[in-house]
């Protein structure tokens, strides 16, 4: 993905210039200067795979690194919800004792209430003793009404209705012992439930249950605990992970700027050579890019001269994004004039060779408005992958393969790169450039791609 051509003989005033030719070498001096540029193609080529991998290696480890940030971030979520685990063990703790204390307070009341009942108890029992007395006494007193005969008669009546009186009374009474008898026993019961005592197996129901809630309560807490001091040994661990994974980038960034001293020196390889005037395997692919640039230049100045666009048109740099697509694309105002221009000179670039992969025009942002028919299909809704790969016109492409091609102004480049076919598809190909003009001015470049 490097630009493999640096003339020093600098910008040519037309993009119709193509290799020089000179005087023709001896056949030795030629098969020397043809392995060169063998040697340097290959060079070229092992040092784009090599950048390639490297530029792998760095977004793997990037991605990894994004990772680890990302499990760092969560680390700290859980650490904060285990501080706030602590904190609610805490207030649970408190709570329970401040039942417990609740309870211990009840169970007082439930003795007095124990007494209260008690003296209820033996306050009917006296009532039912003073009934007996006295429907003993009413029963002697019928007795002696009725020996008195009809003067006593009056009295026998009172006599009776006093111990009828008196054996409600006594029934009464003794309902009154029988109920609280029996409350005495619940409220027992409900005072050894919540009866403190020393040791915890005596411990009445409600306190065990109480003791049961604070044994997993602590345990909860214990489990926050431990698991709080494991976070903070991961995010230990993890801070070393980042740095080594920072110095693993450094690393990278070191050997990607080596591996383009590789690809400098290959393309130096091949600028001597390109001097000599010697045909090379890349020589009919850079004359070609020559002259589709040239003829493309033609076509634009003709549109420009003709009034069929405005120059302020033609060099349009609003882009304007179109709606829902994925890849992104973009809009100028020239694009209907490139789809009715440049497929008859990009098209035919492609029957160059076999080998040849695409032929386009991209304009000095490498904003590619036309690609060929084949990489021009409408896009499939959610099918980025697809797009990806058919739909490559009306694109931004700011690597650096295309903007180098983009704004070249020499009278050719040549590069060496890896280029994504979609779908993980990558292939190491050359792409010979050449620019494109306009009335003097540089409108892009023509970028034709060939295979090995």
């Given at each position: 993905?490097?630009?493999?051509?640096k003339?020093k003989?600098?910008?040519?005033?037309r993009?119709?210039?193509?290799?020089?030719?000179v005087?023709?070498?001896?056949?030795d001096?030629?098969?020397?200067?043809q392995?060169?540029a063998e040697?340097?193609?290959?060079l070229?080529r092992?040092?784009?795979?090599?950048?390639?991998?490297?530029d792998?290696t760095?977004?793997l480890?990037?991605?990894?690194?994004?990772?680890v940030?990302?499990?760092?971030t969560?680390l700290?979520e859980?650490?904060?919800?285990q501080?706030g685990i602590g904190?609610t063990?805490t207030e649970?703790?408190q709570?329970?004792e401040?039942a417990?204390?609740?309870?211990?307070?009840?169970?007082a009341?439930?003795?007095?209430?124990v007494?209260t009942l008690?003296?209820v108890?033996?306050a009917?029992?006296?009532?039912?003793?003073?009934?007996?007395?006295?429907?003993?006494?009413?029963f002697?007193?019928?007795?002696?009404?009725k020996?008195?005969g009809?003067?006593?008669?009056?009295?026998a009546v009172v006599a009776d209705?006093v111990?009828?009186l008196?054996a409600?009374?006594e029934?009464?009474?003794?309902?009154?012992m029988g109920?609280?008898a029996d409350l005495?026993?619940?409220?027992?019961?409900?005072?050894?439930?919540i009866q403190?005592?020393?040791?915890?197996?005596?411990?009445g129901?409600f306190?065990?249950a109480l003791?049961?809630?604070?044994?997993g309560v602590?345990?909860?807490?214990d489990a926050?605990?431990?698991?709080r001091a494991?976070?903070?040994g991961?995010?230990?661990?993890?801070?070393?992970?980042?740095?080594?994974?920072?110095?693993?980038t450094?690393?990278?960034?070191?050997a990607?700027?080596r591996?383009?001293a590789f690809?400098?020196v290959?393309e130096?390889?091949?600028?001597?050579v390109?001097?000599?005037g010697?045909?090379?395997e890349?020589t009919?692919y850079?004359r070609?890019?020559?002259?589709?640039?040239?003829?493309?230049?033609?076509?634009l100045?003709?549109?420009?001269?003709t009034?069929?666009?405005?120059?302020?048109?033609?060099?349009?740099?609003?882009y304007?994004?179109?709606?829902?697509?994925?890849?992104q694309q973009?809009?100028?105002?020239?694009?209907?004039?490139?789809?009715r221009?440049?497929?008859q000179?990009?098209?035919?670039?492609?029957a160059?060779?076999?080998?040849?992969?695409?032929c386009?025009?991209?304009?000095?942002?490498?904003?590619i408005?036309?690609h060929?028919?084949?990489?021009c299909?409408p896009?499939?809704?959610n099918?980025?992958v697809?797009?990806f790969?058919?739909?490559?016109?009306?694109?931004?492409?700011?690597?650096?393969?295309?903007l180098?091609a983009?704004?070249?102004?020499?009278p050719?480049?040549?590069?060496?790169?890896?280029r994504?076919?979609?779908?993980?598809?990558?292939i190491v190909?050359k792409e010979?450039?050449a620019p494109i003009t306009?009335?003097?001015?540089?409108?892009?470049g023509?970028?034709l791609?060939?295979?090995?």
């Amino acid at each position: 993905m490097l630009q493999l051509f640096k003339s020093k003989r600098g910008p040519l005033s037309r993009p119709e210039a193509v290799v020089p030719a000179v005087a023709a070498p001896a056949p030795d001096l030629r098969r020397a200067i043809q392995g060169i540029a063998e040697a340097a193609s290959r060079l070229g080529r092992d040092a784009a795979e090599v950048r390639g991998l490297i530029d792998d290696t760095g977004r793997l480890n990037q991605q990894q690194a994004q990772a680890v940030e990302a499990l760092g971030t969560q680390l700290e979520e859980v650490q904060r919800a285990q501080g706030g685990i602590g904190a609610t063990t805490t207030e649970s703790l408190q709570a329970v004792e401040r039942a417990r204390a609740a309870v211990e307070q009840v169970g007082a009341e439930v003795g007095g209430i124990v007494d209260t009942l008690r003296q209820v108890a033996d306050a009917a029992s006296q009532i039912t003793q003073i009934a007996l007395q006295t429907r003993l006494v009413a029963f002697n007193a019928s007795v002696e009404a009725k020996r008195a005969g009809e003067a006593g008669r009056g009295f026998a009546v009172v006599a009776d209705a006093v111990k009828d009186l008196s054996a409600q009374v006594e029934a009464s009474s003794k309902a009154i012992m029988g109920t609280v008898a029996d409350l005495d026993a619940r409220v027992g019961v409900l005072a050894k439930e919540i009866q403190l005592r020393e040791g915890r197996g005596q411990q009445g129901g409600f306190h065990r249950a109480l003791a049961e809630v604070q044994d997993g309560v602590s345990h909860i807490a214990d489990a926050a605990a431990r698991s709080r001091a494991t976070c903070d040994g991961l995010t230990s661990q993890m801070a070393g992970i980042q740095r080594e994974m920072q110095r693993a980038t450094d690393a990278l960034g070191q050997a990607n700027s080596r591996s383009e001293a590789f690809l400098k020196v290959s393309e130096n390889m091949i600028e001597v050579v390109a001097g000599c005037g010697i045909d090379t395997e890349d020589t009919p692919y850079i004359r070609g890019a020559q002259e589709a640039a040239a003829q493309i230049s033609k076509l634009l100045e003709d549109a420009v001269r003709t009034g069929t666009i405005g120059e302020a048109e033609l060099f349009d740099e609003q882009y304007r994004p179109v709606q829902g697509s994925d890849p992104q694309q973009h809009l100028t105002r020239y694009n209907e004039l490139t789809d009715r221009l440049f497929p008859q000179v990009q098209e035919r670039m492609l029957a160059l060779s076999t080998k040849v992969v695409y032929c386009i025009a991209v304009d000095r942002n490498g904003y590619i408005p036309t690609h060929n028919r084949q990489y021009c299909q409408p896009q499939r809704p959610n099918d980025p992958v697809w797009n990806f790969a058919h739909s490559r016109h009306r694109r931004l492409f700011t690597d650096r393969t295309c903007l180098a091609a983009a704004r070249n102004t020499r009278p050719f480049l040549l590069q060496t790169y890896r280029r994504d076919m979609g779908g993980g598809n990558l292939i190491v190909m050359k792409e010979a450039a050449a620019p494109i003009t306009v009335n003097g001015r540089h409108w892009g470049g023509m970028r034709l791609a060939f295979q090995f």
